[in-house]
């Protein structure tokens, strides 16, 4: 079974907009850490924002924010006044406490419209 | 200082062919791994190291694939003979933190796109 889905190939936001990125997790762990990471063209993976699955509130990192609702296991991405730069592939992943390896979801596409 | 770097950026390379992927990983980072994405699918796991052993193959396709981390810094894979479906994008990532806490970093190259023909 897939432990983390992606359900948005592709998404499109207006500039200066919000954005929700849409992030399904599957675990049995009651430990685990979800991770967002960007990739723009240039194929690096940059990481965005953490959420450690004790963590009470949600994380925020600038104009990234971490919707989690632990009891629907979804640690959506919200972006915020979105910019021309965020356009890039956006992976969502887990780390289960007693694993190193990341699980990671097939990607969403941002375009941000100007 | 310096991000994981891979090499090469791009290879081509026809089905039967040897193909052999570099990953240097920040200094200081014990553990080591290496990913696949395949077209349209999701990143998978390959292999980890911590220094230069092989904590963890599982992911790892089959026996054409040969993953190496001498002295515990730089890793190659190596793809031997390569099939058409190994094309991808390799990723190599690193971490300083290992132990029980699940918020373990990972920093992550920008990959090595593999093309078998």
């Known amino acids: 079974a897939q432990k983390i889905t992606q359900t948005q190939p592709g998404m499109f936001v207006q500039e200066k907009e919000a954005v929700t990125l849409d992030c399904t997790y599957d675990?049995?762990?009651?430990?685990?850490?979800l991770f967002w990471y960007k990739q723009p063209s240039s194929g690096e993976m940059i990481f965005l924002i953490y959420?450690?699955?004790?963590?009470?509130q949600n994380a925020t990192e600038g104009r990234y924010s971490l919707n989690f609702q632990k009891a629907r296991k979804s640690a959506n991405l919200v972006i915020s006044a979105s910019q021309l730069g965020d356009s890039a592939m956006y992976f969502c992943?887990?780390?289960?406490?007693?694993?190193?390896?990341?699980?990671f979801g097939t990607g969403t596409s941002l375009t941000v419209i100007p | 200082e310096a991000g994981v770097t891979q090499f090469p950026s791009h290879s081509v390379i026809e089905k039967g062919q040897t193909v052999t992927l570099r990953c240097d990983p920040i200094?200081?980072?014990?553990?080591l791994y290496w990913y696949r994405r395949v077209m349209g699918k999701e990143i998978k796991f390959l292999l980890h190291?911590?220094?230069?052993?092989?904590?963890?193959e599982s992911g790892m396709p089959n026996n054409r694939f040969l993953a190496e981390r001498t002295g515990g810094t730089y890793s190659t894979l190596k793809v031997q003979p390569a099939e058409l479906e190994d094309s991808g994008v390799y990723f190599c990532?690193?971490?300083?933190?290992?132990?029980?806490?699940?918020?373990?970093?990972?920093?992550f190259g920008p990959g090595t796109r593999l093309t078998v023909l």
């Open positions: 990532a690193s971490s300083q933190v290992i132990g029980p806490s699940s918020y373990n970093e990972q920093f």
């Open positions: 675990t049995s762990d009651p430990s685990y850490g």
């Open positions: 959420q450690g699955s004790y963590d009470q």
């Open positions: 992943a887990m780390r289960e406490g007693t694993g190193n390896q990341f699980y």
């Open positions: 200094s200081g980072h014990d553990n």
């Open positions: 190291f911590v220094k230069e052993s092989k904590q963890d």
